[in-house]
């Protein structure tokens, strides 16, 4: 189930509020005999990727149990980061960090589909089933009405946002506005289509390409990335940009800047980029990388634009 962006945090007695995870959303699966799956939007397996969490069966009370959630590095104080959870992906830092699953809904326990009961009623039997205490799964609590109270909280402490869902709602395998997210900090899954040459001490590669597929399947410029990365993170994405180059620029539209030490490459690899605004021509302002989406595919990169709630 996914959720539908929108301009503006409200209140409402018929909505609770969670805290929006900066991490990559998985389906965990809890078999009989404690087995554990974790499954990409697209279908991916990410156990292989985050081998830390295959002894999470033992975080519940029963199984077997299909819970959907996020897969996050969470610091001291309780806060995600996706590029925290990019290092840990490419072992690039030795962080302290904790990885974890936050658990926010359930499909499937007590031996019965759950999707047809209110989310209401849903969170009340996920929060029975994640042991008290538990190492590596932690249940999303929420806010019940006070979505303004939420979002200042999560804006002062730099978070990414938060997502509303009505508590009456059922649990549908797609898009709804049933959930909605609003973003204190704008980021957006871009697709790579390029990079240019390093300038100065700067190894590797200077800057990224990127771009966004509108609804004919366009693929147009949004900017150029030149910060957030780590010497490591240069080097992995390099080793990964060369086997893809072509010789023609992916872009409807040729940047401007940079053309001369440019150089291009297929559009299969997306990254995860924040920013400060839109400007005028569709391009990010201030943007900056933070990891790369192995769980997107380039084709599900579309500008996100916030929709007026109803």
Request: glycine content about 8%; some cysteine; hydrophobic content about 35%.
């Amino acid at each position: 189930m996914l959720a539908t962006l929108i301009d503006a945090p409200f209140d409402s007695d018929e909505w609770l509020f969670e805290i929006k995870w900066d991490g990559f959303r998985a389906l965990a699966g809890i078999g009989a005999k404690r087995d554990v799956t974790l499954t990409s939007r697209n279908g991916l397996d990410l156990l292989g990727r985050f081998p830390e969490l295959a002894d999470m069966g033992k975080d519940f009370t029963e199984a077997p149990v299909l819970v959907d959630g996020e897969i996050v590095s969470l610091d001291a104080s309780g806060r995600s980061s996706f590029q925290r959870l990019q290092n840990h992906l490419n072992r690039t830092e030795n962080a302290s960090a904790h990885l974890a699953f936050i658990a926010f809904d359930v499909i499937y326990a007590n031996g019965e589909d759950q999707r047809q009961k209110p989310l209401q009623e849903r969170k009340e039997i996920l929060a029975s089933i994640v042991k008290k205490g538990a190492k590596r799964v932690l249940y999303s609590s929420h806010v019940l009405g006070r979505g303004k109270d939420l979002f200042a909280a999560a804006s002062a402490k730099g978070l990414e946002g938060i997502i509303a869902k009505k508590r009456s709602s059922t649990y549908l395998e797609k898009r709804t506005r049933d959930w909605v997210k609003i973003k204190a900090q704008k980021a957006q899954e871009c697709v790579i289509g390029g990079y240019t040459d390093p300038q100065g001490a700067r190894t590797g590669f200077g800057s990224l390409h990127i771009g966004l597929y509108d609804a004919s399947g366009q693929l147009n410029y949004a900017g150029n990335v030149g910060t957030g990365f780590s010497r490591e993170t240069a080097s992995m994405l390099l080793d990964k940009m060369k086997p893809l180059a072509i010789a023609r620029c992916p872009f409807a539209q040729r940047p401007q800047k940079h053309v001369r030490d440019s150089h291009w490459i297929s559009p299969q690899l997306v990254a995860q980029v924040r920013f400060s605004e839109w400007t005028e021509d569709g391009r990010m302002r201030h943007p900056a990388f933070l990891g790369l989406r192995t769980d997107k595919k380039p084709r599900e990169c579309i500008r996100e634009i916030p929709e007026t709630r109803r």
